[in-house]
């Protein structure tokens, strides 16, 4: 019984930092720099990843989403999405985080969307689930440079980088993406 207890408190003490993280709400100017920032590092880091910047219909930058996990955790975090160089929109991103999990860790995002359809799905649905949709490429920001503008293929190209904190374990992830302005 007292094991139960600990698992619910510890549970309960992870909602409670994730809560608090959410409450924090960045001004949008604030968080369209962030973005703005965070898209310039990526592109700094990845010549592949600006290529796909700058043919891209839109780029919905999360400039830092945090991930908290003790067997079962959450991640959380907002964004800017940016078309034609101009924000066009504000996004919050969320997810359970299920497995053998532990430990905090805050990671950058970015997905560059390729075609119109995509961003239409995108804008058009009550919450874009990563995941559900099979035309969404994830690539190492290391190993990208395979990719070119002249051999993309998919719909939604996803980046992963600038990895903070320590996270260890296997896990089952969902995330999903719903927009705070319309």
């Not at 700058?54 to 964004?79: H, W």
């Amino acid at each position: 019984m007292k094991q139960l207890q600990k698992f619910i408190l510890i549970l309960l003490s992870i909602a409670a930092l994730a809560g608090a993280r959410v409450a924090q709400a960045a001004p949008t100017d604030s968080l369209d720099q962030d973005a703005r920032a965070a898209l310039n590092t990526l592109y700094a880091k990845s010549p592949a990843a600006k290529a796909l910047g700058e043919k891209a219909k839109g780029v919905l930058v999360f400039p830092n989403i945090d991930r908290l996990a003790v067997l079962v955790g959450v991640q959380s975090g907002k964004g800017a999405m940016l078309a034609n160089g101009k924000v066009v929109g504000h996004y919050r991103i969320d997810g359970v985080i299920a497995g053998l999990e532990a430990g905090g860790q805050s990671y950058a995002y970015a997905m560059f969307f390729m075609s119109d359809t995509a961003l239409k799905n995108l804008q058009s649905t009550h919450g874009f689930e990563i995941g559900a949709d099979p035309n969404i490429v994830f690539v190492n920001v290391g190993a990208a440079k395979e990719i070119s503008t002249s051999t993309t293929q998919a719909d939604v190209y996803g980046y992963i980088f600038d990895q903070k904190g320590l996270m260890g374990g296997v896990a089952v992830q969902g995330l999903k993406i719903t927009r705070l302005d319309h």
